[in-house]
Structure formats: C-alpha cells, structure tokens
C-alpha cells in the first residue's frame, strides 16, 4: 500500500476554507471530498454554523503540528456529533500521507470518536498515516502555521496565551 502526496488530490473542484488567525495570518486550506467524504462533510457543516470562531489552538508542539477545534479549549471537547474515522486501520481507503500543511482530524484511542479537533501538520509524521483521517491540505499561508508553532506553551503544550480562531469561512 502506497500512500500518496496531497498534490495528487488537489483540484478546482474541491472546496476550500479560509482560517482567519488574527496577528498570525490567515491559511487557505482546500479540502478532499474523495479522500475523506464523512470528515469534509462534517467539518464544512461545522464551518457553516461558525462552531470554529473563537476557538484555540490548544495543542501546539514545533516540528510536530497545531491542534484545535476543542470548545471547552482543554484537548477534551467537542461538537454534538462524532463521525467514523475515515483512515486505513478503521477499513476506510485514505492514502493521503500527513506531510507538511496536511489536516487532519484528532481523536481519541476510540476509531469513530472524531467530532470538531483537527490539526494542521507542521513538519511530516509518517507514523499518523493510516492512522488519522487526513482531509486536506493548506494551499495558502503556511507561514501562519509556521508562526503559531513559535508561541510559548506550559508543560501540556497548551500556549501560555491563547492563540483563537477568528473564523472560519468557505471560499469555494
């Protein structure tokens, strides 16, 4: 089994978002529909409600990835629903490698716990492949990841000041 670059996704038919970080910048993230259709759906429809505007980053750990989607801010928190975990060791056929600027949605040990947490690699970590389910990639403004990585964190890599969401919006 090979797993593949996000560039063999990218089109002009995928959705797009654009995550507004404030004094950080702003990442344009386009989405793949036929890597993870549950994961995409579910994150645009929190995208539309706006579940994501005044959110942290709550995990944030330098050549690893950023992570946030968490209400409750703490790595313990949610939206209403979760989703299956669409990714190799849960039956589900993603290919796509977590490689720099790859999304992908956090869970717990459980394989269908996925509900709102992502995170957004910072540098590669082949061992999250086929593991997590990667849905996307930022096609703009990585330099904003880049910068977040940077910020102080305590011991939980939890930023000592919060690093918030403004908004999240489609764009396509």
Same mark, same amino acid.
């Given at each position: ?5 996000? /560039? ?6 995928? !959705?797009? *978002?654009?995550?507004? @970080?404030?004094?950080?910048? *702003? ?5 793949? =529909?036929? *890597?993870? !259709? ?16 005044? #959110? ?8 690893? @990835?950023? $992570? ?6 703490? +790595? ?11 990714? #190799? ?11 720099? +600027? ?8 459980? =394989?269908?716990?996925?509900?709102? $947490? ?7 970590? !082949? ?8 849905? +996307? ?7 904003? *990841? ?12 939890? !930023?000592?000041?919060?690093? /918030? ?8």
């Amino acid at each position: 089994m090979e797993f593949k670059n996000y /560039k063999e996704y990218l089109n002009d038919n995928n !959705p797009r *978002v654009s995550i507004d @970080m404030g004094e950080y910048g *702003v990442m344009e993230i386009e989405l793949f =529909p036929e *890597v993870a !259709p549950i994961t995409v759906e579910n994150f645009l429809k929190l995208v539309d409600k706006k579940f994501y505007d005044g #959110i942290i980053f709550h995990r944030i750990i330098e050549g690893f @990835m950023i $992570q946030g989607g968490d209400p409750k801010g703490i +790595g313990i928190g949610g939206s209403d629903e979760t989703i299956k975990g669409e990714f #190799i060791s849960n039956g589900v056929n993603n290919l796509l490698k977590h490689t720099r +600027g790859v999304i992908s949605m956090a869970r717990t040990n459980m =394989p269908n716990s996925a509900s709102s $947490q992502f995170f957004i690699m910072h540098k590669d970590a !082949p061992h999250l492949d086929g593991g997590y389910a990667a849905f +996307g990639v930022v096609v703009n403004g990585i330099e904003t *990841v880049d910068k977040i990585v940077k910020v102080e964190t305590d011991h939980r890599n939890k !930023p000592i000041n919060d690093v /918030k969401i403004k908004s999240i919006r489609r764009t396509r």
